[in-house]
């Protein structure tokens, strides 16, 4: 008391000056727990807000500076339009070159191993947001990749005269464990991201997790459900017709002549 008189109130001159409107205010800053749902939370805290409306006293309001569940709800938005242009111009691709029946089960395919990938990324508490939809959008290029390799392979021999149940067992036992191989090192790739204990892991661990699941659910649509789509919808050449040579096409006759005659100059 012989040198200050000490009372509680603000600090003076104060450190940090918050205003709304023009006029000083007071800040409350509400977080979302881990786990929790972003968008159910805004909408709580906005329907809490306008109820407080009317019990606040004379001069005092309440006003929203930032509702972060507006921008998530424009940013997931925009990410599922961009995923789903994605999906569209990989399915334009596939039957621009594949062909319609081909590229429409490949098509088909693609939208199940998605459809499947959000059924177990909610028991695995992966949240529905920018750096898993991502993630998807990277791994839509690989998740065709293992249907496009076992349709192709049931589509030459069944133009070739296979049956068709017999050509989806031969096609599935002689690629069903490469594509695993070629999955499993693809997945590897992302693994130094989701495993990582440093803030990159904490941030893009979605990231990791939506290639796993995505990645093993196109192998496995691909070894089961591709074959199945196969033999039912695609149907050798009429009887009575020539069968095509699958591999007889202007570019695999050129690239066959090219390499017959590297190997004839070399031989001699």
């Known amino acids: 008391k012989d040198v200050a008189d000490i009372k509680r109130g603000y600090v003076e001159p104060p450190r940090n000056v918050l205003r709304y409107d023009g006029q000083p205010a007071i800040g409350l800053g509400i977080s979302t727990v881990k786990g929790g749902n972003v968008v159910r939370m805004g909408e709580g805290i906005y329907e809490r807000a306008m109820e407080l409306m009317g019990q606040m006293p004379l001069g005092i309001d309440i006003g929203i500076v930032s509702l ?5 709800v424009t940013a997931i938005d925009g990410f599922l339009v961009s995923l789903v242009e994605a999906v569209a111009i990989v399915v334009g691709v596939l039957l621009l070159f594949m062909g319609l029946r081909s590229g429409l089960i490949i098509g088909f395919i693609l939208a199940l191993t998605i459809s499947g990938s959000f059924i177990v990324m909610g028991p695995r508490d992966v949240a529905l947001e920018r750096i898993s939809l991502g993630a998807l959008i990277i791994a839509l290029g690989m998740l065709v990749d293992n249907a496009i390799v076992v349709a192709e392979g049931m589509l030459v021999k069944i133009k070739g005269g296979e049956d068709p149940l017999a050509a989806a067992r031969d096609t599935v036992a002689s690629t069903m464990w490469p594509l695993l191989g070629g999955t499993i ?22 990231l990791f997790w939506v290639i796993l699941i995505s990645l093993l659910l196109s192998w496995f649509t691909a070894v089961t459900m591709t074959p199945m789509f196969c033999a ?20 695999f006759r050129r690239s066959e002549e090219r390499r017959v005659g590297k190997e004839w100059c070399g031989g001699g």
């Open 232 to 251: 039912l919808f695609i149907k050798p050449d009429k009887s009575g017709e020539a069968q095509t040579d699958p591999y007889g096409g202007l570019l």
């Open 185 to 206: 090192v693809g997945i590897l790739a992302f693994a130094a991201i989701g495993l990582s204990e440093d803030s990159t892991g904490e941030f893009a661990n979605s």
């Open 68 to 72: 972060q569940s507006d921008a998530v």
